[in-house]
Every structure is written in C-alpha cells, then in structure tokens.
C-alpha cells in the first residue's frame, strides 16, 4: 500500500509540473504581453518600461524559472486587472467554487447510486426505464434553463430559497441541484451497469447460498465492487464541477473560481489566467489521485499490482 | 446430528425446470439420505447442475422451478420466503460450485467471508467466529490457517480456493453439503486431494453430500448411491455397487463403458462411445429422450416411460432388467 502512494504521488507531481509549463507557454505564445498590458493606445517607450517592470525583457527560461519558483511557494504575481494579488483573488473565491462542488457531487451521488441500484435490480422492467428515462430527460435539460426554471419555482414563487448570492448554506441549495444534474446520468448509468454486473456473479451467488440477507448481498458484496468506476468517474465529474460551473456561478451570482476564469480570460488578465488554470489543474490531479487510492482501498488487488 | 445415517434429509419428486422454451429438468426424482453421498452423474447439459441449484433455490431469475415436493427434513421448501430459505442455507445445507476462481468475492479477506456466514446464522462474536474458521481451514487442510484468514482470494490458488469454499461451507455445520463439480476447474492432482478431503469430511462429520459430477471414476470411490441424469430425467438410481455391478439402463450401460477400468480393458481395445448428442428437449417432448441413441429403441420408447423399481434399484426404460444387447448405436 505504501509504495502504491509512493508510485502515484510521484505520477501526480509529474503531471503537475507538465501542466505548469503547459500554462506558461500558452500564454506566452498569445502575444507580446507587453503590448497587452501597456493598451493600444501606448507610446513605444511605455511598452519598454511595463517590459522592463514586469520582467518580460528577460529570457523567456528565466522567467519560466522564476514563475515557476513563485507558483510553487503560492506567489501568483498580481492580477493586471484587479490590482490584487492573485493569490488573494483566489483565495476569496476557491471556498464559494469548492462548497458548490462539494454540494452537487454529494447530490448527484444521493440520487445516482440509489437509483441505479434499483434499475439494476429491477433490470428490464418499468422501473428500470422509468429510471432510464428520467437521467437521460436530466441529461437534455440545459442547465441554465434548469436554474432559471428552479429560481421561478422555489424562489420567487414559493419564496423558500434565496436565488442569488453566497450568504448562507441556503444559497447553495439550488446551483448543487443544478450541477448535480450534470453528473447524474453517467454516474447512474454506471452504477447500473456495475450492479448488474455484480449481481450475476459467481461470488453474488455464493453469497447467497450462505443465506445473507438481502441488504447484506446487495449492499456489502455487490455495491463495494460495483463502486470502483462510479468512484473514478465521480473524481472526473467534481473536476468538471469544480472547473465548469461558469454558467450556474454566474446564473446564481456566485463569484467562484469559474467565474473568475471568465472574467480573466476576457480581460487578457495573464498572470490570474495562469493560475487558475494550474489550480483546475492541480484540483484534478489531485482528485485522480483520491481516486486512485480509493481504489485501492475498495479493491486489494490494485494494492499488489 | 440429530438423526441417524439412513434417514431421509431430502426429498424431490417430481422435479421440473425450465428456461423459457427450454425444459431443463422434466420431473426428476432425487432421494438424499442423512449421512451418505449421493453422486448425480450425467453429461454436460443433462440438467444435474441446475437440479442443485434449484434444491439450494439459488436459479437464476429466469429459471422456473415446479416440483410436487421439495422437502428438506420434512420441511416444504416450496412454501418457504425468500428470507426463510436464506435462514436455511449457509446453515443447515451449504453449497460449494465449479467455478472457486470467481466464486469468492475478491473485496473481502478469507477471515471475513468465512466469519460473516458463520455470525449471520449463529451470531457470536468477531473473534469467535475466525476461531472457528482457523479451525475448519486447518480440517480442510489449510497450510498457516491463521495467516490465511488475513488474505484475500487473489493471493490464493485455485486448489486453495476451493479448499476455502468447503471450509467456508461447514462453519454452521451443515446437514446438507451440496457439492457442484467442486474440482472440474482443478489440476488433475489438486483434484485427487479435494476428493480425498470431502470424502474423509463426508465421513467424520457425518454429511449428507450430494456430489454432481460426469467423472464415473469419482462415482466409484466416493459414492453410496447413485442417480445418472439424462437430458433432463433420472434414468437411474441405485445405490453404488448395484450400479456399477448390474447397470439396467442403455444409457448407464453406455456410460460406463466409456470408462477404461485396468485389467480389465485391454490396451489396444476401443472405448466405448455414445454416438450423438444430447438433444435440446422443449416443453411438449414425449417419450425417452435417450432414443434416438439407444441401440434397443421401440416404438412405445416414443410413448411416456414408466420407472421401474426393484427394491433400491430403479429405473426409467421399457426393457427387462436382464436385458441383453448393445446399449447404444454404433458410430
């Protein structure tokens, strides 16, 4: 178990430093940053001191070097357009995008995993597409729509949420909704898939002849092998939550990291750009790597091999 | 053991299953007293596998299971829940299959599974509950029981397995141990040495095991009574040295002459061989299914066949029981 951490921490920070010089060149390779920052309504010699102030005449190495120095010790420079330090910025805005996250994937999995258990074992029956149909139906529906339809409902005409904003947990309740419906379908489909697989083996049927009850056949031996891909794909989905939430953060006025990203990006702001894209980075990585050791942890042949 | 050897612990009459338009089983007759192994042979797809299964009420969904009793102990299986059987199974009679590569779940060590049958059925603690398995490993003849215990399936092999499978089967101390061609998955020699243990288990334990196999050499060493299975049916039942000393039916003529026996068979002498295959037998099927093999077939084979009985020994064929004559046709 031990040399298993081992191995896949030391994959992480590989892919990790891979990701960060990613971020470097492909801001670089967008233009003289220069230019960018100095406008275009500036004289040559301004274009030369913002160079000269921020670094820019130097080696582009070096200051791969140095940014990179920076970001590993958690200096992201300032932002071009916020005039606050990066590290600031995200600081503010990581807690609203993580507890988002955290909501919709825990949703997504309260409904996902119960539901699937069911149509798999009610395969091919009424229930089983009743269910089917409703994640794909789930799946169609744009989630921009969806809010807007959620924010009518139980915000302006029941008056039991708030629509906008980040004050309380309430808040939270109906951008996770939204987002969990994102996730939902796959992670339904796949612990279908799984439990079916799982119910007709061989070691299902040997549980049986021990005369287990049904709870413990179904949730004890069938769910804990069946879990393995939801898990990975559950580790995918919170990325994608975590990186992806542009729409619903800005439907719900949420000013998270998603929202950031876009804010960054369409104002050229370079050094906030780069470290968003190395926190999703990082965030994924990380999440893989929770999976990974779930994994091992669910399944002991991962831990020889 | 609450009875003594040569009692009834299970009775089957009338035994039908079947998949869809497949009849599977059409009224199989089964009798397995206290204390002794009864061997079920037959080809591959003659229905003994499923005949298991379905006493153990382990069919898969699609299988449909009517018989006219089912009793195990004198006690109605037919009528009995789901979760009534399951109170039943594990404890009173236990089941080992063919497969013990797949058939412990690769999640959980050796201990737990051992332990969870064994504190679902009579409870007790952890710790006890692994006494016992350290034990019934140790019977099975289990190398290091206690650090087995603490292993998972995949860092066993399959002999093993399996060894775990019979040890995992005993912890309630069954009644009934139904053993569903435990060593077909083996090496030929692990093979040997299992048989060995369920034998010396069969007898020191007192069980009642009902052995399915298609390996006569088996049948020889390990049983008390025999029923050979074909597509479907018992064609015979007899106890072990009334088959193998004056076999009634074609089909059981047929089989053993396929076995080589040394001494008697000479080197250079042909086995002997059923020509055909086992048909595919639907639902309105009439007659003996053996009779488009059978070198006696007549027209009345193609007529409902009754089961003749002589005391212990009987079976389901229209011929005398001296008959003489090639059992099957020739290639």
Redesign the interface.
């Given at each position: 178990m031990l040399s298993f951490l081992f191995r896949r921490t030391a994959l992480a920070v590989l892919v990790a430093v891979t990701v960060l010089t990613f971020a470097f060149v492909l801001t670089r390779l967008a233009g003289d940053l220069a230019i960018v920052i100095a406008g275009p309504e500036a004289r040559a010699e301004d274009v030369e001191a913002i160079r000269r102030a921020y670094g820019l005449d130097r080696p582009v190495v070096i200051q791969f070097f140095d940014w990179a120095w920076r970001a590993a010790t958690g200096d992201f420079g300032e932002s071009f357009f916020f005039r606050e330090r990066v590290s600031t910025l995200i600081w503010q805005r990581l807690p609203v995008t993580l507890t988002l996250g955290v909501v919709g994937i825990g949703i997504a999995l309260v409904v996902a995993i119960p539901l699937g258990i069911i149509a798999a074992l009610r395969e091919n029956t009424w229930i089983d597409r009743a269910v089917g149909l409703v994640a794909m139906v789930g799946q169609a529906l744009p989630s921009f729509w969806l809010a807007l339809l959620l924010m009518l409902f139980f915000g302006l005409q029941l008056g039991w949420l708030p629509i906008s904003g980040t004050g309380s947990w309430e808040h939270y309740v109906m951008p996770g909704i939204v987002l969990s419906f994102s996730a939902i379908p796959a992670l339904m489909r796949l612990t279908r898939a799984g439990m079916i697989d799982a119910m007709?083996?061989?070691?299902i049927?040997?549980?049986?002849?021990?005369?287990?009850?049904?709870s413990?056949i179904v949730l004890k031996?069938a769910l804990?092998?069946a879990a393995m891909p939801v898990v990975s794909i559950s580790a995918v989905q919170l990325g994608f939550m975590l990186g992806g939430s542009i729409v619903i953060e800005t439907v719900f006025a949420l000013h998270g990291i998603g929202f950031l990203a876009w804010e960054s990006i369409s104002k050229n702001d370079f050094p906030t750009v780069q470290a968003v894209v190395l926190l999703f980075a990082v965030i994924y990585i990380v999440l893989t790597l929770i999976a990974d050791v779930a994994n091992a942890v669910?399944?002991?042949?991962l831990r020889?091999s | 053991m609450s009875a003594a050897r040569g009692t009834a612990l299970l009775e089957v009459r009338n035994l039908r299953i079947s998949f869809g338009s497949l009849a599977a089983v059409r009224g199989a007759d089964l009798t397995i007293y206290r204390g002794e192994t009864h061997c079920v042979v037959g080809e591959s797809g003659c229905g003994k596998s499923v005949t298991a299964l379905a006493v153990m009420g382990l069919l898969a969904r699609n299988g449909v299971r009517e018989a006219d009793r089912l009793a195990f102990d004198g006690q109605d299986l037919l009528r009995l829940s789901e979760s009534q059987l399951s109170r039943l199974r594990g404890d009173r009679m236990a089941m080992i299959f063919q497969e013990p590569m797949t058939s412990l779940n690769p999640a959980y060590t050796v201990g737990s599974q051992m332990a969870e049958v064994y504190r679902r059925h009579r409870g007790g603690t952890r710790a006890e509950a692994l006494d016992r398995a350290e034990d019934l490993l140790g019977k099975c003849r289990v190398t290091s029981p206690r650090m087995r215990l603490g292993q998972y399936p995949h860092q066993l092999s399959g002999g093993l397995r399996q060894r775990v499978m019979i040890a995992m089967a005993l912890m309630c101390d069954p009644e009934l141990l139904v053993a569903d061609e435990p060593t077909t998955a083996l090496d030929v020699t692990v093979q040997a040495q299992i048989l060995r243990l369920l034998m010396d288990l069969q007898r020191d334990l007192g069980l009642a095991l009902m052995l399915i196999t298609h390996d006569l050499g088996v049948v020889a060493r390990m049983a008390h009574r025999v029923s050979v299975m074909y597509a479907g049916e018992v064609v015979e039942s007899a106890p072990a040295e009334q088959l193998f000393g004056d076999p009634t039916h074609p089909y059981t003529r047929g089989l053993l002459a396929c076995v080589p026996v040394p001494g008697k068979v000479r080197r250079d002498q042909p086995l002997g061989a059923i020509p055909g295959v086992v048909p595919r037998i639907g639902h309105r099927f009439e007659g003996c299914a053996f009779r488009d093999r059978c070198g006696q077939a007549r027209p009345d084979c193609a007529r409902t066949v009754a089961w003749q009985a002589n005391g212990e020994h009987g079976y389901r064929c229209v011929l005398p029981p001296d008959w003489t004559g090639p059992a099957s046709l020739a290639a």
């Open positions: 007709s083996s061989d070691y049927r040997t549980a049986r002849a021990k005369g287990l009850s049904r413990s031996h804990r092998n669910l399944d002991p042949r020889a | -």
